[in-house]
């Protein structure tokens, strides 16, 4: 039986491939059709017309998808995956808010199960099938899906219940972006100062402040505008502002990410939304002009 892939943007690319790259057969769909061509014909796997027929044609369907609207859009549309679905599994590896995965679970089919299994890694991780995958069920349920989480991370942890994945990611993700912030504030300071960037960074990175990010993303944080993209500003904003609405919630208090949020959301104001969020670097330095 094939395993559908929806969603092949930066991350999603590479988790297919290393699904195709691993011996299963997929079934890839993307709402830019020329991206799962292009995987398809590096794999030699199939192209799906609409999402429903990865749902169709596979028992398990695996998504990457990058917010809940576009969750919902794949999984609820008149040709969405859960219309006339019969796979027995739907993952979702995206970060999306507990209360979307919830409505998943409500509305999936029938029989189906619905697993959130959000990812924490970048994506040399992603190319590298080193992804830590946050499982909300236990390991009795994932046993049919180990094989493929295997193939494309070097970890799972399971956390026991639906929901659990997510709210799980958003953690990760607020002390992510929470030190990328503070790494900017700490160069911009530095840099006024007049020690270099480059050198800066050296002593950070050799420091007890040092975090495996800065390393990986070190080429990024001396000039991203000069790098690749691999996780912007829009998506830091939009993970942290999913964050409070869930802090709000539950009646936890969240200021230092409260301040992140407010300057990320400053820097979408800027123009930055569509740089890489080592881009805050920089905006924080033109604070300080």
Wanted: negative net charge; glycine residues 8%.
């Amino acid at each position: 039986m094939p395993v559908g892939f929806a969603g092949l943007g930066r991350m999603g690319r590479e988790m297919a491939a290393n699904l195709a790259g691993a011996g299963f057969d997929v079934v890839l769909w993307n709402r830019g059709r020329d991206k799962a061509e292009a995987l398809a014909a590096e794999f030699d796997a199939e192209v799906a017309e609409v999402p429903r027929e990865l749902s169709e044609r596979c028992e398990i369907v695996v998504t990457m998808l990058a917010d809940d609207r576009a969750s919902e859009d794949v999984h609820f549309g008149e040709d969405g995956l859960f219309a006339g679905a019969t796979a027995r599994h739907f993952v979702e590896m995206g970060t999306m808010s507990p209360d979307h995965i919830a409505d998943l679970v409500a509305r999936a089919p029938g029989g189906a199960r619905v697993i959130d299994a959000p990812v924490s890694g970048a994506t040399q991780a992603a190319r590298d099938a080193q992804l830590l995958v946050m499982a909300g069920c236990d390991q009795a349920t994932s046993a049919p899906l180990r094989p493929i989480l295997d193939a494309m991370g070097r970890q799972t942890v399971f956390l026991g219940q639906a929901g659990a994945g997510a709210v799980m990611k958003l953690g990760v993700n607020m002390l992510i972006h929470g030190l990328n912030q503070t790494l900017a504030e700490a160069l911009a300071l530095t840099g006024a100062a007049g020690i270099p960037r480059a050198a800066a960074f050296d002593v950070i990175e050799a420091s007890a402040a040092a975090a495996p990010m800065l390393s990986y993303r070190k080429p990024l944080y001396l000039d991203d505008a000069a790098q690749d993209v691999t996780f912007t500003v829009a998506l830091a904003r939009k993970d942290m502002a999913v964050t409070a609405v869930l802090a709000e919630r539950l009646g936890v208090a969240l200021p230092q990410s409260r301040v992140t949020l407010a300057q990320l959301e400053e820097a979408i104001e800027g123009g930055l939304a569509a740089r890489d969020m080592a881009a805050m670097v920089p905006f924080m330095e033109d604070k300080t002009r």
